[in-house]
């Protein structure tokens, strides 16, 4: 079945390309460097991995597994979910994008913790990766989701008092919402920024066996994906300033296209 471009148009194939061979690439290099674990005395690990200077098949890996990240995160976003929002402008694009990343990365948790069990429980040879590496990527998923939250319009909001207001009054909240967005956002990288700085620089690590410089790239990581969410905003306030306003009631929680799935399922079983 034919799928309809979002907004790759001509690009859609050679990205989808880009990305099979991006993945092929990554999993024939993991595959050799796991060979090389098992049946060579002189092999690279997980301690490695995040120390590649000076180990070649390690930096192409890790080079060829960001590539495959990135053009799968720009293909899955040429498509829209049945109750996704869809993307009004270039920054709609970019979080959108990010929150393809974000769903990416949540599998890669599930796998991290998967093969963490099985090492654990089922050979009795529990890893010292696996835990704080399933942090690292959980803290991207959160930050992008949030995000990708803004994008969508599907964070936590009030609606009681909101769908009484007349619209200018609505278009006031939502600006008086916005600029408190970006005060926040102001606040905390003025307050933040020398630290993430200090840390990114020295490139901070954990103090643990494996040792991530989880500190030294979230920190920065916090304050940047913040200032998206403030652009976010007001991006969403720009796009939704002429719209007509919105009624909602408890019905819009319903989300019919999920039951319809549900009824699906049930039939065939």
Not at 47 to 72: C, H, K
Not at 90 to 114: E, K, Q, Y
């Amino acid at each position: 079945m034919q799928v309809k471009s979002l907004w790759l148009g001509r690009m859609r194939a050679p990205i989808k390309m880009a990305m099979i061979g991006f993945v092929g690439l990554t999993v024939v290099l993991y595959a050799l460097l796991v060979g090389q674990r098992l049946f060579l005395e002189d092999s690279y690990g997980m301690y490695e991995m995040i120390r590649p200077a000076g180990r070649p098949m390690v930096q192409v890996m890790l080079i060829s597994l960001v590539a495959a990240l990135l053009f799968a995160s720009l293909f899955l976003s040429d498509t829209k979910g049945a109750i996704e929002t869809p993307p009004e402008g270039f920054f709609d694009l970019v979080s959108v994008v990010l929150g393809r990343l974000s769903m990416i990365m949540t599998a890669f948790v599930v796998l991290v913790m998967f093969y963490e069990v099985v090492s654990r429980y089922v050979f009795s040879r529990p890893t010292l990766w696996a835990n704080e590496l399933s942090l690292w990527i959980a803290a991207f998923v959160f930050l992008l989701a949030g995000l990708y939250a803004m994008q969508q319009r599907s964070h936590i909001r009030i609606y009681i008092i909101y769908n009484m207001m007349p619209r200018w009054a609505q278009k006031t909240s939502d600006t008086i919402g916005v600029l408190l967005i970006v005060g926040f956002t102001f606040a905390l990288v003025w307050g933040g920024y020398s630290d993430a700085a200090k840390r990114f620089v020295r490139m901070e690590t954990f103090g643990t066996a494996w040792d991530p410089p989880i500190p030294g790239i979230i920190k920065p990581a916090i304050l940047l994906i913040i200032v998206l969410v403030a652009i976010q905003a007001v991006s969403n306030l720009i796009a939704d300033w002429n719209k007509d306003p919105e009624a909602y009631t408890p019905m819009d929680d319903i989300d019919e296209t999920e039951i319809a799935n549900i009824r699906a399922t049930l039939h065939k079983d």
